[in-house]
């Protein structure tokens, strides 16, 4: 095991502390009448006198806790008998190891005394919270109670036989485990450690400077905060799955090729567009290295811990809980596939606030961790060209005609200006990586509404083009898959939808060789829709209809596609 960098982690003063469960304050801080000598001594005094204790007060002695043990601030120790815990090895361990973990687990702020029924939840020095529990007959984390309210003059002491257990919280855990090194590091980055001045004791001005005679550090870290996971507090509950440098090597080379960025990315302006045909450009210029390497490590984090108070979570840790086909991340990634997800256990170690699972792999499905599928709808982020652009509410949809992708009721309804007009629409594609995506456009029928009078609707005929940043940094319109005519300029898809339903097409398959994710609002893959034939071809005028009705535009990940056709 690694030594342990990080006692203190998010420690404060001892007097900052408080118990839990006493309604009168006095309580905590009165010795019980006792016509026992001891009530007179010190604490530190009737450890030193106890022969059954000689081993706890060495290794008080050794870490220097004895002065605090005499002192007239009220504590209650648990106090271990000699021969009931390996006393020989804290005494050859480090002073602030043995002070953290084993003394301050066994001493807490006021006076805990005990009669009858006591169930307290004790918060010691170290902020470790340990059940102090019975009926007579008492356990002090999970350990037998010999001994109870031996009073002193500053306190009380129970004795136990053995010591208590001292789980690390899952972040302290993090820079202890051996074999993880690379989740220790990227979590490093994120650490701040600063001076509690409030809490801390204030010592003499030396040279201008203040000095403190105790100082108080406080340790954060920003990552644990934009991951929503308070896995340093002692009173949360997650699962966090730890990945071996090995496990993170593979998640690494696995999804960084979404992530691949060039140095200087081109994309059309469509909010400077003068028209459909003079579209600027606009350009933006990264460290591409640094960028893919943040966000392909941030892609792994952001599936590793889980809370285990959620309700999609609770039966992980706990057996009686409801079984459900799903685990919630606390960045609220649903992960469909649980039982190959926790397979990847290789051992799991018990904290202070929930558990670390280490683990060889990362069995997260792509497009539930890092690469989505991108959903427009409804569509508010498009200009049209001789079209009045109208996003419509459907009321009361006509069951006979389908449902709307994803439930949603709304559609973007692009009206011709004119009995001339053939509108176009550019749609911006937001948040796009380097990968393949099958394409889909929801087209809704004119007559989608049960109480429209409207008989028979007629289809569009429709030519879609996608311009997008190519490896070289420019502009490229090209499309793989069936359904492509070619002109000198580029490919073009032309559809025809079924006017009798809400229509799912599917225009295509396109492969983005340079991501845009996490570029701006500027940068982005710009889809065009036009009606494939000219307004002054009578027969085709009559026969398709110049509105486009368009409810959404869907960028499926071709691997999820992939994927559900092997469960079918």
């Known amino acids: 095991m690694k030594v ?28 019980p009448v006792d016509a026992n000598a001891s009530a007179e001594l010190t604490l530190w005094e009737n450890i030193s006198q106890n022969s059954q204790l000689s081993n706890f007060k060495k290794i008080i002695e050794k870490v220097g806790f004895n002065k605090e043990l005499q002192q007239s601030h009220f504590y209650t120790v648990w106090a271990p008998l000699d021969g009931t815990y390996d006393a020989e090895t804290l005494l050859n361990q480090d002073n602030a190891t043995v002070l953290y973990r ?20 004790i918060h010691a020095l170290n902020e470790k919270s340990f059940n102090f529990e019975g009926n007579n007959q008492y ?45 220790e590091q990227y979590f490093k980055r994120y650490e701040n450690v600063y001076l509690d001045e409030s809490n801390s004791v204030v010592g003499p001005t030396v040279n201008g400077k203040q000095t403190y005679i105790d100082s108080v550090m406080i340790t954060t870290n920003s990552m644990y905060n934009t991951l929503r996971a308070r896995i340093a507090h002692e009173d949360s509950s997650y699962t966090m799955m730890m990945p071996t440098n090995e496990a993170w090597v593979k998640a690494y080379n696995k999804i960084k090729p979404y992530y691949n960025y060039i140095q200087t990315t081109i994309a059309q302006d469509l909010d400077g567009a003068i028209s459909a045909t003079n579209i600027p450009t606009t350009t933006t210029t990264i460290n591409n290295t640094y ?24 039966w992980v840790e706990d057996a009686s809980a409801e079984n459900t086909d799903t685990l919630l991340t606390t960045t609220y990634n649903a992960l469909s596939n649980p039982t190959d997800f926790l397979a990847q ?45 109208h996003v419509v509410i459907c009321e009361n949809p ?57 008989v028979e609707a007629r289809p569009n005929q ?8 190519n490896e070289k940094g420019t502009l490229a319109q090209t499309w793989t898959g069936a359904n492509h005519t070619t002109s000198s300029k580029h490919f073009a898809v032309k559809l025809e939808n079924d006017p009798t339903k809400v229509d799912t097409l599917g225009v295509g398959s396109i492969t983005f ?56």
């Open 4 to 31: 342990n960098k990080y006692i203190g982690i998010m420690m404060t003063a001892a007097s900052m502390l408080v118990a839990s469960s006493c309604t009168d304050f006095d309580d905590y801080n009165e010795v």
């Open 102 to 121: 084993f003394v301050k687990s066994h001493v807490a702020d006021y006076n805990h005394l005990v009669s009858g029924s006591v169930n307290e939840r």
């Open 139 to 183: 356990l002090y984390a999970d350990v037998p109670v010999n001994t109870v309210n031996l009073p002193s003059r500053n306190g009380v002491i129970h004795t136990l036989n053995g010591a208590a257990t001292f789980y690390p919280n899952i972040y302290e855990y993090l820079f202890q485990r051996d074999g993880i090194d690379s989740l």
């Open 291 to 314: 960028l893919s390497d943040s966000l392909t490590k941030r892609a792994i984090v952001n599936n590793l811990i889980f809370n285990n108070n959620d309700r999609y979570n609770r």
């Open 345 to 389: 256990t290789k051992e799991k170690v018990k904290m202070s606030n929930g558990y670390a699972r280490i683990v060889d792999s990362l069995a997260v499905l792509p497009w539930e961790g890092w690469n989505p599928e991108i959903h427009i709808s409804p569509i508010t982020n498009a200009i049209s060209w001789t079209g009045n652009n």
């Open 398 to 454: 006509n069951p006979a005609k389908g449902t709307f992708e994803y439930g949603s009721l709304s559609y973007l309804w692009v009206e011709p200006t004119s009995n001339y007009a053939k509108p176009e629409l550019d749609i911006k594609l937001p948040g796009v990586l380097s990968t393949t995506y099958n394409l889909y456009c929801v087209i809704v029928p004119a007559n989608i509404d049960v109480n429209d009078s409207l």
């Open 462 to 469: 429709l030519d879609f083009d996608l311009s997008y940043c």
């Open 513 to 568: 060789p340079v991501a845009y994710r996490g570029l701006g609002e500027k940068m982005y893959p710009n889809l065009k829709i036009t009606t494939d034939f000219s307004v002054f071809n009578r027969q085709m005028m009559a026969t398709y209809t110049r509105d486009l009705r368009i409810a959404a535009i869907i960028l499926r990940p071709a691997e999820m596609d992939e994927y559900a056709a092997t469960k079918e």
